[in-house]
């Protein structure tokens, strides 16, 4: 079993739809979670970050962290084509080796 | 922004072929990583260094080599270059321990890929 695992997708939806992408995990040390955003042939860039269990917003964006259900979430509101991209999730401990677990990553689609 | 540069962006070497994959950053980061990322498969980590001269293996090592002479240079080798290493690769930085990296997360920054192909 991966530590991490997240459907690859690929996920279609229409424009102006609320988006969700999950991750599941299970190691339980993991306190740091991540999505990072990857457009086509372009290197992945941090959407948000996100400490413990809770929610996080940033604009159209939440992130949510269920750490009891070693679950977590990233929430697009209104969605836009140019949201259209790679979404990967990713987590670490605190302590430890400074390297990130990695998704599987989502390829999400915005159709106009 | 932290910029990491990745100076060759699309390559095509020959089998046996010796290839180098350059990577600098100019965030004084100590920490360097490279990865390759394949449909399928996602990020793997080939290496990681966390200071100079310093490296350690990450998940799929094999038929890889790294240098890392200067903090802001991190170099991928691929000693004999094989078919099977077609791939994307992406070079990354993040802080170290002692730059504060825990108040960051531990947050990776990545370069803009370079696409591999063998033949």
Redesign the interface.
């Known amino acids: 079993q991966k530590e991490v695992e ?1 459907d ?1 997708g690929p996920l279609s939806v229409p424009e102006g739809a609320i988006v969700s992408l999950n991750c599941t995990y299970s190691n339980s040390a993991f306190q ?1 979670f ?1 999505w ?1 955003r990857q457009y086509s ?6 959407l948000m ?1 996100t ?1 413990s269990s809770g929610n996080k917003e940033d604009g159209r964006f939440t992130a949510q962290v269920d750490k009891s259900s070693k679950y977590i979430s990233l929430f697009i509101r209104d969605s836009q084509p140019s949201d259209s991209a790679t979404y ?1 999730c ?1 987590m ?1 401990e ?1 302590q430890g ?4 677990v ?4 989502t390829r999400l689609t915005i159709n106009p | 922004d932290v910029k990491v540069t990745q100076s060759s962006r699309y390559l095509v070497k020959r089998t046996g072929e010796k290839v180098f994959l350059e990577c600098v950053q100019d965030m004084d980061h100590e920490n360097m990583f490279w990865y390759r990322q394949d449909p399928g498969l996602g990020l793997r980590l080939i290496y990681f260094s966390y200071d100079v001269k310093m490296k350690e293996k990450g998940d799929i090592p094999e038929g890889y080599s790294v240098s890392r002479e200067k903090k802001e240079r991190f170099s991928l080798i691929l000693e004999s270059a094989s078919t099977n290493q077609t791939s994307m690769y992406l070079c990354a930085s993040s802080l170290g321990p002692g730059q504060g990296a825990i108040r960051s997360g531990n947050t990776i920054y990545f370069g803009e890929g370079s696409w591999l192909t063998v033949v």
């Open positions: 997240q690859p740091y991540m990072y042939r372009k290197g992945p860039e941090l970050y400490y990967l990713a670490n605190i080796a400074q390297k990130l990695f998704g599987q990553g």
